[in-house]
């Protein structure tokens, strides 16, 4: 069932969802707040943008202009008619095809930013993956991986450029690899924790296309108190 809901804290956004599919998370929030925008940026890339969260963010920081690429043409709809709600059709352009495809038609050194918040889990056959296919192609990397989103920002990132992702600690390891292996340089990262005392389950990091080596280590992000309410710095996104 469609809904529209307006964007957290955004109270002159709104988004359209679809119960069915996977509605977008905190992670979509945080994404976009913590990625680099200089304000020379022309071109942003959003990858995997479902039903748009990411873009209509980064709309409010940046006058650049924003392509969501998404796989799947119902969720790439939602996405549209959310663009078309916002009056952002001038800036924000969804494309309904596969990323691996998409970026192969793309000349080199286009964007000045990318963003992306991929699937979480590899995907083995032996993954506990979810019928809705909706949900699958969200959470598992059954059609796009880490090894395939840095190589696609090798490409498309304009020297010095950024990319920001937004993934799970226990795959920090991983993604640095990845950056590494095509010359992307880990600049800064940052861990959410659920609340203080516990071990963190999110992580922002950002790279720089041949960027200087230097990796910053950001404040720590507690999104519960202990009594279970939302800490003052995660209640800014629900005003």
Do not use: W
């Not at 957290?8 to 709104?14: A, E, H, I």
């Not at 050194?109 to 963003?115: K, R």
């Not at 796009?144 to 304009?158: D, H, P, S, T, V």
Request: hydrophobic residues 35%.
């Amino acid at each position: 069932m469609k809904v529209t809901n307006y964007l957290l804290g955004y109270k002159n956004l709104k988004i359209i969802q679809d119960s069915e599919m996977f509605n977008f998370s905190l992670d979509s929030v945080l994404l976009p707040n913590f990625v680099t925008i200089n304000k020379k940026a022309k071109k942003i890339l959003d990858i995997g943008c479902g039903n748009a969260p990411i873009p209509l963010i980064l709309s409010t920081k940046t006058n650049a202009k924003i392509i969501g690429v998404e796989i799947q043409k119902s969720v790439s709809l939602l996405a549209e008619e959310s663009i078309k709600i916002n009056k952002k059709d001038d800036q924000i352009t969804i494309i309904n095809e596969d990323i691996n495809e998409f970026y192969k038609k793309c000349e080199t050194d286009t964007f000045d930013v990318i963003t992306c918040n991929p699937p979480f889990f590899k995907y083995k056959n032996t993954s506990n993956t979810n019928k809705n296919d909706y949900k699958t192609i969200a959470r598992h990397e059954v059609k796009l991986n880490l090894e395939q989103i840095f190589m696609i920002a090798k490409k498309l990132l304009k020297n010095n450029g950024v990319i920001a992702i937004v993934n799970r600690p226990e795959r920090f390891v991983e993604i640095i690899e990845c950056m590494k292996k095509n010359n992307i340089e880990p600049k800064k990262v940052q861990f959410v924790y659920p609340k203080k005392d516990m071990e963190a389950n999110i992580m922002l990091i950002e790279g720089s296309k041949n960027g200087n080596v230097g990796l910053k280590i950001m404040p720590p992000i507690y999104t519960h108190l202990d009594s279970g309410e939302y800490t003052d710095e995660i209640k800014k996104y629900f005003e």
